[in-house]
């Protein structure tokens, strides 16, 4: 059946992600978003990756200036890794590990310094909490390859800004599913209107209200590999001189992870750890222990599970975001995970002139599911080999986390070390993370390898003299609160 209206269950982020992504791609689709009140948002402060401006800005067309002054976002260069060995490491979006100087022999991975850790100008701009270089006129020189920190319900509110402008209409209204041949026959809404749509797209959350409710599609367990499920979120305003950071920070905790993501006015904390190994009420000592700054009584616990459904596309159902699975905060996938979807929704639709056959759907499918599985085995590696703390949880990590697909890209790097060449043999191309980032978390948790490579003093003073360059262009860019001020100058032409 030709598609020519989309109903979308669920206002959050991946709801109107993806009826933005919809109109703005195929404008002559009817869009309808039903905000329905018993289905929330989980309003946390999130990360993004380098994804999202690039499928906002890029793909989209959106402007940034109504996205900066609206959503009041923070940047994101990379995460900072208190985490492996006892030294923190640095993850960038730039693939700094797979670059080579022309007067050296090898990549730049070879070459990593833990005393030094950084090798290009995204993580030397972390090391020194700077975001972007200086223009002579004072300006960020800004780019794309960086992600932001936001506030969820100010993205929402400036998703939903953007949807109207765009034609989609926003309906508030509880619903229940009414079950049909296809799948969905329509929405019914406890007025008795009957919203009917030619597809209905599911961005109820972890509730899965169409997919997993309606449909009884089956979930695929990650708990093999990712063994948290709950998170303690907390937080607490920003304190006079304190600076905002460039990234975020995963932090080892004694049964997983905390992050910290800072906005600004507000620093974001939350605690993701596994149940099978503290409870809830010592997560939350733990938490308020090692962040004092924590505002007592405004914490609370979110739970989860790791995995996917089978398939995302059923019938005339496609699901979305964490209707679709859900992997866990770590790396900060989920709204790069809904752009990918939502993209590729938008494209399946516009190449099969809005029929889709079989063919499409499976390949939809087959598409989507395996970004889940990258995302998984990527993630692996985080656990498998994090011996920061020595405590039941990681033990076990180390002892048991199912690597699945990373399992042949740490095999190599056992043997090669932190070379590139494989990389597009072991992993797919739309692989988000490439080799480059599985080589970052390799180094950085210092994981032995075999082909040592023994700089020579050359090569050694060339290295020397980089890392001096790059830590003096980081001294002179400019920070967070710097960039910030410039943008918000009074009469900015933007670009």
């Known amino acids: 059946m030709k598609i020519s209206t989309v109903v979308v269950l669920g206002?959050?982020?991946?709801?109107?992600?993806?009826?933005?992504?919809?109109?703005?791609?195929?404008?002559?689709?009817?869009?309808?978003?039903?905000?329905?009140?018993?289905?929330?948002?989980?309003?946390?402060?999130?990360?993004?990756?380098?994804?999202?401006?690039?499928?906002?800005?890029e793909h989209l067309k959106v402007k940034p200036q109504a996205f900066y002054a609206e959503a009041n976002p923070t940047w994101k260069l990379g995460i900072r890794f208190a985490w492996g060995a006892k030294r923190d490491f640095y993850y960038t979006f730039a693939y700094e590990f797979e670059k080579r100087q022309p007067e050296l022999s090898r990549n730049n991975?070879?070459?990593?310094?833990?005393?030094?850790?950084?090798?290009?100008?995204?993580?030397?701009?972390?090391?020194?909490?700077?975001?972007?270089?200086?223009?002579?006129?004072?300006?960020?020189?800004?780019?794309?390859?960086?992600?932001?920190?936001?506030?969820?319900?100010?993205?929402?509110g400036w998703l939903e800004n953007r949807c109207r402008e765009a034609g989609v209409e926003i309906?508030?209204?509880?619903?229940?599913?009414?079950?049909?041949?296809?799948?969905?026959?329509?929405?019914?809404?406890?007025?008795?209107?009957?919203?009917?749509?030619?597809?209905y797209v599911d961005a109820s959350g972890f509730r899965s209200e169409l997919l997993g409710r309606l449909l009884a599609e089956p979930f695929l367990s990650y708990a093999d590999t990712l063994f948290c499920d709950r998170a303690v979120v907390g937080g607490w305003a920003r304190g006079e001189g304190e600076r905002i950071k460039p990234y975020t920070i995963a932090e080892t905790m004694d049964a997983g992870w905390c992050w910290q993501i800072d906005h600004e006015k507000r620093v974001n904390r939350g605690y993701v750890y596994s149940s099978a190994f503290l409870s809830d009420e010592a997560a939350l000592e733990e938490f308020a222990r090692?962040?004092?700054?924590?505002?007592?009584?405004?914490?609370?616990?979110?739970?989860?599970?790791?995995?996917?459904?089978?398939?995302?596309?059923?019938?005339?159902?496609?699901?979305?975001?964490?209707?679709?699975?859900?992997?866990?905060?770590?790396?900060?996938?989920s709204l790069q995970v809904i752009c990918v979807e939502t993209s590729t929704l938008a494209d399946s639709l516009s190449d099969s002139q809005c029929d889709p056959p079989p063919t499409l759907v499976a390949l939809f499918n087959r598409f989507n599911g395996e970004q889940w599985d990258d995302i998984r085995d990527f993630l692996a590696v985080h656990f498998r080999f994090n011996k920061r703390l020595d405590t039941p949880f990681w033990r076990h990590?180390?002892?048991?986390?199912?690597?699945?697909?990373?399992?042949?890209?740490v095999d190599f790097y056992r043997e090669n070390g932190p070379s590139v060449v494989a990389g597009i043999s072991l992993l797919s191309p739309s692989n988000s993370f490439k080799m480059d980032g599985y080589i970052a978390l390799l180094t950085g948790q210092e994981v032995p390898y075999a082909k040592v490579?023994?700089?020579?003093?050359?090569?050694?003073?060339?290295?020397?003299?980089?890392?001096?360059?790059?830590?003096?262009?980081?001294?002179?860019?400019?920070?967070?609160?710097?960039?910030?001020?410039?943008?918000?100058?009074?009469?900015?032409?933007?670009?």
């Open 397 to 409: 990590c180390r002892e048991h986390v199912a690597l699945h697909g990373a399992e042949p890209v």
């Open 171 to 199: 309906t508030d209204a509880t619903v229940s599913a009414e079950p049909g041949p296809q799948g969905v026959a329509a929405l019914v809404a406890e007025s008795g209107e009957r919203i009917v749509g030619d597809l």
């Open 290 to 333: 090692k962040n004092p700054k924590i505002e007592p009584g405004q914490t609370r616990v979110v739970k989860f599970r790791s995995g996917r459904y089978r398939r995302s596309w059923v019938g005339n159902v496609v699901a979305v975001g964490n209707s679709a699975g859900f992997v866990e905060p770590l790396e900060a996938t």
């Open 453 to 495: 490579h023994q700089a020579t003093a050359a090569e050694q003073e060339h290295w020397r003299r980089r890392r001096a360059e790059l830590a003096a262009d980081a001294q002179q860019g400019l920070s967070p609160e710097e960039a910030m001020a410039a943008l918000r100058r009074p009469g900015l032409k933007w670009g």
């Open 109 to 156: 991975g070879f070459y990593h310094d833990p005393g030094q850790p950084w090798l290009g100008n995204a993580s030397a701009f972390m090391a020194h909490d700077k975001v972007f270089p200086r223009r002579p006129d004072g300006f960020p020189r800004l780019h794309n390859n960086h992600a932001f920190h936001l506030e969820n319900v100010t993205f929402v």
């Open 11 to 57: 206002a959050g982020s991946a709801g109107l992600m993806t009826a933005l992504t919809l109109k703005r791609k195929l404008p002559h689709l009817g869009i309808r978003v039903v905000r329905s009140p018993d289905i929330g948002i989980i309003a946390v402060g999130e990360g993004t990756t380098s994804v999202f401006p690039r499928h906002f800005f």
